[in-house]
């Protein structure tokens, strides 16, 4: 079972930044996927940008552009840098790994609100 630690949320204006970061409890390596979902009040959960283990990343169009997700293998650490946020970013933030039996794991969340 991956134990995921999220942190780096937090309350910024329209146009500012945030950079989240997830912790992973085992090598990056050893995981299918892994990335972020954001649920906004009385949303969907929905898929913001994702990186697998063949290499590809995947971006919601909504948020291309303007957020990057990066690793650092050594630390089983994933990020998302988020520039140019817009007060429809507002979400709690969810770091999720996709195993390889295709079970997932979830992170505690982390609010990001952005102000107009």
């Known amino acids: 079972q991956v134990q995921l630690v999220e942190s780096g949320g937090g309350l910024v204006q329209a146009g500012g930044s945030l950079k989240l970061s997830c912790a992973a409890s085992l090598s990056i390596f050893s995981i299918n996927a892994m990335g972020w979902y954001r649920q906004a009040p009385s949303k969907q959960r929905e898929l913001v940008a994702r990186f697998t283990s063949g290499g590809s990343t995947y971006y919601a169009d909504s948020v291309k552009g303007r957020f990057t997700i990066s690793r650092d293998n050594a630390k089983n650490t994933v990020y998302l840098q988020m520039n140019s946020l817009k007060p429809e970013d507002t979400a709690v933030y969810y770091c999720?790994?996709?195993?390889?039996?295709?079970?997932?794991?979830w992170g505690q969340g982390t609010q990001v609100t952005v102000s107009s």
């Open positions: 999720y790994v996709r195993n390889f039996d295709y079970s997932d794991n």
